[in-house]
C-alpha cells in the first residue's frame, strides 16, 4: 500500500497553488513598490519563497506579473473615473479623481509603479485599460474646463506633476501619507479653480508615458 | 645629492591637498544627493578616489564632511531668508523664498539631504545656522500672516509638505525638474494666499526635523 501522507488531495494542490500565486503576486508589489518595475523576476522569487520555475510558470513574462500584481488598483482607478465621467458636474468630479487617486498613492505605494507601468509589447488588457484611463482622463478635463469649474490654462503635464508632488509625499511613513496627501490635495486644487486665477508659469515637459520612461 | 624628482614644491603639495579636498567633497554631495547623509565614509573616499585615512585627516566626523559638503547650499539659504525678512512686504518675501528654496531643490539633488541633515552632536556651526534659519522661517511666516498675504490656518507642518511635494518634482530630470518646480511653486502659493482662502483638511504631522529622522 503506497504511503498517503505526502499525497495531498486535488482541493490542497488548488489551494497550494493559490497560495504560491499569492505569495508572489505579494512579493511583486512589494518590490516594484521599492524599486520600480524593473526587478528581476528571479529576486521576486527569491522574495516570495518559490522556485524559478514556479515563477515563471504562471507569469511568462514580466508584463504578466506586472499587470497581474497590479490588476485591483489599475481597476479601482478606471471605477474612479468613471464615477467622475457620469458626475454631473465634471469639476467635483474632476476633484473627486484627484483627491482619491492622491490617497491611493499614499496607502499603497506600488501604485504610482503600477500607473505609470508600460509594457513594451503593448496591446495587452492593462494597456488598454492604460489607454481608456488617459482618454477618462483627458475628456474629464476638458468638460471640467467648459463647466468653468478648472482653470482654463491647467495643462496636461499638469497631471503628471501632481502625481509627482503628490509621490514625494506618498513616500512618508503611511499615517502620515495619508494626511499629508489630503492636505496636499485640497491646496492643489483650491489652486486649480479658474475662480480667482492668476497667471503660471508655463507647464513642465512632463507627460504620464515620459515620466514612466525616465523613472526606469 | 637626494633625488628631488618625487619631492614636489610647498606650493604643488598644498595645490594637491585642496584638489583631494574638492573632490572629496565633490563625491560626498554626489552620494548623499543619491543616499542621503548615512553613506559610510569608506564608500565616499573610494568614490572621491583617496585613501581612508586621507579622508579621516580632512574630516575627523560625518558631522564635519556634511558640514563642509553642504556650506554653499546652507549659506545661500541662509541669505535667502535674510533678504525675504528684509522685505517690506512680508508675502512678497515668503514667496521668493519658496521659489528660490524650491528651484535650488530642483537644481541640486543634494539640497534636500542638506537642508534636513542633522548631527548627533550638535553645537556646530552648521547646527546654529540652522537653528537660525528655522527661527527666520517662523518669523517669516508669523509677518506673512499678520499683513494678510498669507492665510491664517498655513501650519509650520505646510513648510516640510511643501518640501517633500517638490522633491517628488526634483528627482526628474534636471530642466524638466526646474520647469515643474516654478509650476509647481506658483500653484502652491496661489493656493497658500490669504485672498479667496476656503477651508482645509488637518495638517499632517510632519516638522523639518521629523521629515529628516524618518528618512534615515
Do not use: S, W
Given at each position: 500500500m503506497p504511503d498517503q501522507t505526502y499525497q495531498k488531495e486535488p482541493g490542497a494542490l488548488?489551494?497550494?497553488?493559490?497560495?504560491?500565486?499569492?505569495?508572489?503576486?505579494?512579493?511583486?508589489?512589494?518590490?516594484?513598490?521599492?524599486?520600480?518595475?524593473?526587478?528581476?523576476?528571479?529576486?521576486?522569487?527569491?522574495?516570495?519563497?518559490?522556485g524559478v520555475a514556479t515563477l515563471y510558470r504562471r507569469f511568462p513574462t514580466r508584463t504578466a506579473l506586472v499587470a497581474e500584481a497590479f490588476a485591483e488598483q489599475l481597476s479601482l482607478c478606471a471605477g474612479v473615473l468613471d464615477e467622475a465621467l457620469a458626475d454631473p458636474d465634471p469639476w467635483h468630479g474632476f476633484?473627486?479623481?484627484?483627491?482619491?487617486?492622491?490617497?491611493?498613492?499614499?496607502v499603497d505605494r506600488g501604485f504610482?509603479?503600477?500607473?505609470?507601468?508600460?509594457?513594451?509589447?503593448?496591446?495587452?488588457?492593462y494597456e488598454r485599460v492604460w489607454s481608456r484611463t488617459e482618454e477618462g482622463l483627458a475628456e474629464l478635463v476638458r468638460r471640467a474646463k467648459a463647466h468653468g469649474g478648472l482653470r482654463a490654462d491647467f495643462a496636461p503635464s499638469d497631471l503628471p506633476l501632481l502625481l509627482l508632488?503628490?509621490?514625494g509625499v506618498a513616500a512618508e511613513p503611511r499615517e502620515v501619507a495619508v494626511a499629508a496627501s489630503r492636505r496636499l490635495a485640497a491646496y492643489l486644487l483650491h489652486a486649480l479653480r479658474a475662480e480667482g486665477a492668476r497667471p503660471l508659469p508655463p507647464p513642465a515637459p512632463l507627460d504620464l508615458r515620459s515620466v514612466h520612461a525616465e523613472r526606469r
Open positions: 488548488r489551494a497550494d497553488a493559490r497560495h504560491n500565486r499569492e505569495r508572489i503576486l505579494e512579493a511583486a508589489r512589494e518590490a516594484y513598490a521599492a524599486q520600480g518595475t524593473d526587478v528581476p523576476l528571479t529576486a521576486i522569487a527569491r522574495r516570495a519563497g518559490v476633484c473627486a479623481v484627484i483627491e482619491k487617486v492622491c490617497v491611493m498613492q499614499a504610482t509603479a503600477a500607473f505609470l507601468a508600460q509594457f513594451p509589447d503593448g496591446g495587452t488588457d508632488a503628490n509621490a
